[in-house]
């Protein structure tokens, strides 16, 4: 009887044994799939997209101009985050705007991210639309993508996900390459001439309408009673000052085009 037990535990072991290993070995075989883009890259030139609403872009002249009179529709808004957001990436690749923020970053001074909840100013419209992790330095156009095709369009849409996430891929990247010159162009006037434009109500920066425009923004340094020191922050200023007037010059030349870099705002020649 001890034979016929030991026998009988030996099998249910082995048995056991079987079983455990095909479900181990089934494990294994199961592929853990990470999505792709169309291009077949994987998903690390995935951004999150930030789209305005409808009321923020009626309330822009810049964002809605005078030729475009219809509502638009969320895909209109995806369309046009995504653009910019493109766009972004694009300039990166050509001109390395992220040379700019880390010349601010490793300066003697600090550039804290601006910050709008107890200021009378409201927040432009592309701090909101920026899809880069830079804190300081913002692509300042907008994006008027009803002017791309049909198939154009719905090539972007067909890239952004149900949770509004893109996929920067070679075929986006091409198509923004050879369309942002018509696409960021502003006509203010019903004319397509190059013209200088006021930016901003108050006639603060004023630039040419086709024009790349960046902004470099920060807050003040305040201490522990709200107080700033007035020197430390005129010299934090001219330092941007500085890094504004090589990035305008330099990307000017690399882009052969007009590209006006401001500082809060402030066109350089007016920012003292």
């Known amino acids: 009887m001890k034979i016929k037990n030991s026998v009988k535990t030996i099998s249910l072991i082995l048995a056991i044994i079987v079983v455990v290993e095909v479900i181990f070995t089934s494990c294994i075989k199961i592929e853990i799939k990470t999505p792709a883009t169309q291009d ?21 002249y810049l964002v809605q101009p005078y030729d475009f009179e219809s509502d638009w529709s969320r895909n209109d808004l995806l369309v ?3 653009y910019m957001a493109i766009f972004d990436r694009f300039l990166q690749k050509e001109v390395d705007l992220n040379k700019y923020q880390d010349k601010l970053d ?7 991210v601006e910050s709008f909840e107890l200021s009378f100013d409201e927040e432009p419209y592309y701090i909101k639309l920026n899809a880069s992790e830079r804190k300081n330095i913002f692509i300042a156009n907008a994006a008027y993508t009803y ?10 849409l067909s890239h952004i996900d149900d ?11 091409s198509l923004v390459e050879t369309t942002w010159k018509d ?16 930016i901003d109500p108050y006639g603060n920066w004023k630039a040419y309408n086709d024009a790349i425009r ?9 201490d522990e009673f709200d107080n700033v020191d007035d020197d430390y922050e005129r010299y934090k200023s001219q330092f941007a000052e500085d890094v504004a007037r090589s990035m305008q010059n330099e ?8 590209v006006s870099v401001a500082i809060r705002g402030f066109d350089i020649d007016s920012a003292n």
Not at 43 to 56: C, D, G
Not at 214 to 222: E, H, Q, T
């Open 40 to 60: 077949g890259n994987m998903n690390s030139n995935s951004v999150r997209l930030n789209p305005l609403t409808s009321s923020e872009v009626l309330s822009n």
């Open 80 to 82: 046009q985050s995504a």
């Open 106 to 112: 490793n300066s003697e001074y600090n550039y804290p």
């Open 147 to 156: 002017r791309l095709s049909n198939s154009q369009r719905k090539l972007i």
């Open 163 to 173: 949770d509004m996430n893109l996929s920067i891929t070679k075929e986006l990247m």
């Open 183 to 198: 696409v960021l162009f502003v006509p203010l006037e019903k004319h397509d001439s190059v013209h200088e434009i006021i």
């Open 214 to 222: 960046i902004d470099i923004r920060f807050d003040f340094d305040y």
């Open 251 to 258: 990307l000017s030349k690399k882009l052969n085009h007009n």
